[in-house]
């Protein structure tokens, strides 16, 4: 049982900047392919960016490239999302999720049906 904790997110102005962190206990992340989703009041729950196994390859939203980046820390146990110049339409709950290794093309890592484990989320709110 993978359980996963997401931490970092916060209200920011429009163009700001904010790193989110996804932890887990009693497992090592990196033997997992890690995605970020989030979700707005009233909206379908979208993939924001994925990360596979050791970290090899990457993958984004079109709405996430060039301003949102995911990384792993080894170290610390974390795949973060560095976002920066923020917009308004990013506020939504972000959740980190962990599937199969195998997760690698971009149809496989943007499908969340393909994750076992969620964490909680964590609420981003970018005023305008």
């Known amino acids: 049982q993978v359980q996963l904790v997401e931490s970092g997110g916060g209200l920011v102005q429009a163009g700001g900047s904010l790193r989110l962190s996804c932890t887990a206990s009693?497992?090592?992340?990196?033997?997992?392919?890690i995605a970020w989703f989030r979700q707005d009041y009233g909206k379908e729950r979208e993939f924001v960016a994925g990360?596979?196994?050791?970290?090899?390859?990457?993958h984004y939203a079109d709405s996430a490239k060039g301003r949102l980046t995911i990384s792993r820390d080894s170290a610390k146990n974390t795949v973060d999302l560095q976002m920066d110049s923020l917009k308004p339409e990013d506020t939504a709950v972000y959740y980190c999720?962990?599937?199969?290794?195998?997760?690698?093309?971009?149809?496989?890592?943007?499908?969340?049906?393909?994750?076992?484990?969620w964490g909680q989320g964590t609420q981003v709110t970018v005023s305008s």
């Open positions: 009693g497992r090592t992340l990196s033997l997992y392919t």
């Open positions: 990360i596979t196994w050791w970290g090899r390859i990457t």
């Open positions: 999720a962990a599937g199969n290794p195998g997760l690698r093309t971009i149809e496989a890592v943007s499908d969340e049906g393909k994750y076992d484990y």
